[in-house]
């Protein structure tokens, strides 16, 4: 078992580390040796932005690990003084499917989210940003701008916005240049990151980025479906990307076709696939299982060479029991 400060302990100051699994993964995904299912959502009638998700997958290459992520996300949690998001993982061996650890996740989670937008910023944009927009201001935006200023130099200045003014001036506060920003000015930064909650679309159907400007759309919902037509678009999975009324999903429904999906990040870092210079391009990341593997089975052989995992001897019964 491995625990919230442990994890947190073995992902401290190895963000390359972690891009460089995703990275990995993502690869595996593509040349077909990995297992990565629909994930299941649980939702609450009375609880319309309250979910929980599970995420069952498989890697292969070296790691093969199968396991399965639980994770929730209760906004209301804020209301509370709790984290919005809580998440457990289950490594199975793939020799035997015992399970073999359970790791806290929501640092995972966080931290493999915060390296795809990572690796995306690093091959989808030519130039290094002049200005950051990143719009919504919780745990994810903070991580991602960790893993970002981990892996290119933060620039001169990083527009927040956020619905709770206090939180898009507090992430401002921890960048170089960072300030607290309206919507419009954060979407008009050089690389726009959404980290939001929204259940919706939100800006409006005629806002067009563009040309030049990236836009890592990690919450999935926000933008209109003609935003996500008028532009370049890379996702990690075209059939999961594509589901849950996610805009690609609703530009899907309102195109007819999926002919707007430019390719795959993988399809990029293989060479596969160019990436259009006369158009804005938006990174839209669903999340998959894979990644959670990846980065989980990272924490895992960390915290055991570390000796911070701690080992439950008896969890199962004995044969015949």
């Not at 984290?83 to 073999?100: C, E, I, K, Q």
């Amino acid at each position: 078992m491995v625990g919230g400060p442990a994890v947190r302990a073995a992902l401290a100051g190895a963000e390359q580390d972690v891009i460089d699994r995703v990275r990995e993964a993502y690869l595996l995904h593509d040349a077909g040796r990995t297992v990565n299912p629909d994930s299941y959502f649980l939702r609450f009638p009375e609880k319309p932005d309250s979910r929980i998700i599970a995420l069952p997958a498989f890697l292969g290459g070296e790691a093969e690990t199968a396991g399965i992520k639980w994770i929730s996300s209760f906004p209301g949690n804020h209301d509370r003084g709790l984290p919005r998001a809580s998440a457990v993982l289950v490594l199975n061996d793939y020799r035997t499917g015992y399970p073999t650890a359970l790791l806290e996740s929501a640092a995972i989670s966080a931290a493999r989210t915060a390296a795809s937008a990572a690796l995306a910023a690093g091959v989808l944009q030519d130039a290094p940003p002049r200005s950051w927009g990143v719009i919504g201001a919780g745990v994810i935006a903070r991580e991602i701008c960790r893993y970002l200023a981990a892996t290119t130099p933060v620039p001169p200045v990083v527009h927040c916005h956020d619905l709770n003014p206090g939180a898009a001036e507090r992430l401002a506060a921890g960048l170089p240049g960072g300030r607290a920003a309206d919507l419009a000015t954060a979407c008009d930064a050089d690389l726009v990151v959404f980290a939001t909650t929204a259940l919706r679309p939100y800006l409006p159907a005629d806002h067009r980025f563009r040309p030049g400007q990236l836009v890592l759309h990690v919450s999935l919902r926000d933008l209109a479906p003609q935003t996500v037509l008028h532009a370049a678009n890379i996702v990690d999975d075209v059939d999961h990307c594509l589901k849950q009324n996610t805009s690609p999903h609703l530009a899907e429904q309102l195109a007819g076709d999926r002919s707007f999906v430019t390719g795959t990040l993988a399809g990029v870092l293989r060479g596969d696939i160019a990436v259009p210079d006369d158009r804005p391009v938006i990174f839209s990341p669903f999340g998959m299982g894979i990644l959670d593997l990846a980065v989980g089975r990272f924490v895992l052989d960390r915290a055991v060479a570390t000796g911070t995992a701690t080992e439950i001897s008896d969890f199962f019964a004995p044969n015949g029991a």
